[in-house]
């Protein structure tokens, strides 16, 4: 096709950025393109008419009369009427008319348009869904649109637009649609056939609609939209002018940083485009080079980032405090961003707990994070991940932000820590809240370590009935209904019966997919002499209930470890 | 109860506020024009409020930058540079400066005298409040200029930008990292801790507040509380009524500080704080005789002990400045819905 193919017209509403309305203006015309431009009547008349004179070349370039527009009035669809009938009237060869703003910008040749089109004479590309069923639009106002009557401006008058619509809600107002028409909507740019918009323009019942319309809301979305069902069966319903709207349907604006997005796209036109673009309008307003290509637009990729955009808008990334989300407490959509492990009671069962669970399963293993004189980062570290310090004053200043700072600067990677009655208490309602916590305990485990050490039993006896209060506590919070995490509670009588059977079971909880069987067992610490250790406490009148009933004589009766020495599973 | 209550805060905010303004326009005498160039402010343009000593090493770069970023005019206050601060920005086109002798701690750590100067210049302007030393980053700001990010925001209804200000070092002692002045700083001081950082919400004045950082980490792990807080709101559409509370920490009416979201994340944005250039030195053995820079000084000498002493802030932890989609993945600033 050569540029004496005059298939294609352009109407061209302009604004706003004259210079680059001219420069696409010039762009349409150059690939022979007949143009007619609406030249808004607010623009003031020099610029208009220096605006003008640029195109005193191009016999295919004309201008219609001016209106005042206004965005979301009549004005618009009066505006594009008027440039429409100059349009069909002066170029009789005009097949398609595709109907532009001065911030629409071609993204491929314009032959390539011409082709596309070409192959497709009698199709009518104009998105027009109906309201009944497409929930579009933000805001509310949908169906309303053409149901109520909206006389003052939105921009201007907004008091009165609010007022005149609740007044008319409140008495239950409604306007007859004229017969025959079922509203749809979609993009106000569109594409459409000489058949179909003479169709449209010259309907006897014009009169008729153009007094309804006059009072819809938005009916630039609207009138050819609803009319072009009525006149063509051949109708896509999709635009070719590729849009973005945000998440209160406004719509976004492409810069320098979309040119390989947009050049990707294979779009044919987009809107809107900064008018400071400089690349975007050289690189495409450039002349068409011959390269045809015929495919369709390919809006995957471009969807996608602002999809995801309007997703970061209203939704968060779950476990992340910021400056630009802070949630209320309880409205965190996730207070941590990725499943960690809790084991408490271990550490003190089992005397190389850490090394062995690290081992076994990879993770990342801390020891009591929470503990009173520091933070027991991983590898004794004293700064962690992302600059956390160990220092205690540090951490308690918040201590649930500084756990979800750690598994947020950590993710992707599973961690594990341990806990015990003597470290950080406020942490307790943190995890137990976290869906992401999986928090397994051994009751009264902490008697084992005060069974090794050297104190006096007097000071024992002190420490146990702290240590006792203390979980006692924490376990409350661990029962409570308000708890999300996955909580498994074992006394140390319990947990002593089946030993392998629960390691391997919260083995498998946390690494799921993996079926890691563990052939070397962790350290059992010594508990010869130990029933009678929780005997004496009985005795000197504190009853350690937590640890369950542990057999005073010591003859434990399922358990299978040889104290001291490593278990193997044949 | 509730209800009462906030309407108490609101009003006791109300006189707050006006109290500030007030002591803004008693304190205007503390002002002396050098050059006055504001005639040449437009009526869309962007402007920059700053108040400076002896920051020459730094004003090159920062001119530069800003500049390139479309801050159409500086306003400066000269608090008794003696570097050649003074003349070096008396020279500029662009720059409309003040001097004062005062007490820099007495008008609030210039915070008076700017006041004074926005509710002159700043009406009707989107304005960024920063020091010397806080280089503004916002999402696609190589690609996109300032007014594109304030059209942006108006679009958003959103009359203030917050952004957390992030402490860069350098991977030796801080004598060690050369700067010529005129260079990005950011080449030699590039590096920052990612993810210690701590959010309180003041309820009151309704304000995301967070501290942390290089200087929380090592200078402050023992009284996190008396950290230097982090977040900052540089940028806000200015009226006259409009007052700075503390720093540019926070704003009063209290709405401009509301530059979160519950659920969702708005657009913000990072200051990357040039602090620990060589200078810093020489600077805090200064600071600490003058004892204008915190309310109560005394508790800060430690600090400045630490800082004179030369440390290593690099840790292996560190990471190493690579752009701005990095702290967005960092989740440190977020583009929010602008993309």
Sequence with gaps: ?570 | MGFARELKTAYLLRWKRRRLLFRALRKRHELRAVRNRTSCIGKRDILLFSTVRNEAVRLPHFLTYYRRLGVDHFLFVDNGSDDGTHEYLAGQEDVSLWTSEHSYRQSRFGMDWLTWLQIRFGHGHWCVTVDADEILIYPFHDSRPLSELTAWLDMQRQQSFGAIMIDMYPKGRLSENAYTPGDDPFEGLCWYDAGNYVWTYQQKIRNPSAQGGARARAFFAHIPRRAPTMSKKPLVKWNRRYAYLNSTHSVLPRRLNDVHDQSGRLTSGILLHSKFLPSVIERSRVEKERKEHFAVSSIYDDYYDAVIADPVLWTEDSVRYSGWRQFEDLGLMSRGGWA
């Design chain 1, 1 to 570: 096709m050569s540029t004496d193919d005059r298939s294609l017209g352009v109407v061209l509403l302009v604004h706003t950025a004259l210079e680059r309305a001219g420069q696409v203006a010039h762009h349409w015309a150059r690939n022979g393109c007949p143009v007619v431009i609406h030249v808004d009547r607010r623009v003031p008349r020099e610029s208009c008419q220096a605006f003008m004179r640029a195109f005193a070349d191009y016999p295919a370039v004309r201008f219609s009369r001016r209106l005042r527009c206004e965005w979301g009035r009549w004005s618009i669809v009066r505006a594009t009427q008027i440039a429409s009938e100059l349009m069909l009237a002066s170029f009789p060869d005009v097949r398609h008319v595709f109907l532009a703003s001065g911030s629409c910008l071609p993204l491929r040749p314009i032959d390539d348009l011409r082709t596309y089109l070409g192959e497709r004479p009698e199709t009518n590309f104009i998105e027009s869904a109906s309201t009944e069923d497409v929930p579009w639009t933000v805001g509310g106002l949908d169906k309303e649109r053409f149901t109520l009557r909206f006389p003052f401006s939105w921009k201007r008058q907004r008091r009165l637009f609010d007022g005149y619509v609740k007044l008319q809600r409140r008495i239950g107002y409604c306007r007859t649609i004229p017969e025959g028409i079922l509203p749809h909507m979609g993009s106000q740019w569109w594409c459409l056939t000489r058949q179909t918009l003479s169709a449209i323009l010259e309907s006897p019942r014009r009169k008729e609609y153009d007094r309804y319309f006059r009072r819809v809301w938005i009916p630039d979305e609207s009138y050819f939209q609803t009319l072009a069902r009525i006149h063509s069966r051949n109708i896509e319903s999709r635009s070719l002018t590729l849009t973005k709207f945000d998440y209160q349907g406004k719509p976004h604006v492409f810069y320098d940083d979309h040119l390989q997005l947009l050049r990707r796209s294979d779009c044919f036109v987009a809107r809107k485009i900064w008018p400071k673009a400089d690349r975007l309008y050289q690189t495409f307003l450039r002349k068409s080079s011959g390269s045809r290509r015929t495919g369709e637009p390919d809006t995957n990729k471009i969807d996608r980032i602002f999809s995801d955009a309007v997703a970061r808008r209203t939704r968060g990334r779950p476990g992340l405090y910021m400056h630009s989300r802070f949630p209320n407490e309880g409205w965190e959509n996730g207070l941590t961003c990725a499943p960690y492990s809790v084991f408490e009671g271990f550490g003190d069962l089992f005397q190389n707990f850490e090394a062995w669970l690290s081992r076994i399963t990879g993770i990342r293993v801390h020891g009591h994070l929470f503990a009173p004189d520091e933070a027991e980062f991983e590898g004794g570290q004293s700064v962690y991940c992302g600059g956390l310090s160990s220092h205690p004053a540090t951490r308690d200043r918040n201590p649930g932000q500084f756990l979800a700072s750690l598994i947020w600067n950590m993710r992707g990677e599973r961690q594990a820590f341990q806990y015990g009655p003597d470290d950080t208490p406020e942490i307790g309602w943190f995890m137990a809240k976290d869906p992401n916590a999986q928090i397994s305990v051994i009751s009264g485990a902490w008697a084992v370590s005060l069974f090794h050490s050297n104190l006096d039993f007097s000071t024992i006896r002190k420490i146990a009935a702290l240590r006792q209060k203390a979980e006692a506590a924490h376990l409350e919070i661990l029962r409570s209904p308000h708890t999300k995490a996955r909580v498994r509670i074992w006394t140390m009588a319990e947990f002593m019966e089946t030993p392998m059977d629960n390691l391997q079971m919260l083995i498998d909880e946390m690494l799921p997919r993996s079926s890691l069987r563990f052939s070397e067992a962790p350290r059992l610490a010594s508990l010869s002499g130990f029933g009678k250790f929780l005997q004496n406490l009985k005795n000197h009148g504190m009853h350690p209930y937590l640890v369950g009933n542990f057999p005073p004589d010591n003859a434990f009766p399922g358990h299978p470890w040889p104290a001291g020495r490593p278990y193997l599973v044949k």
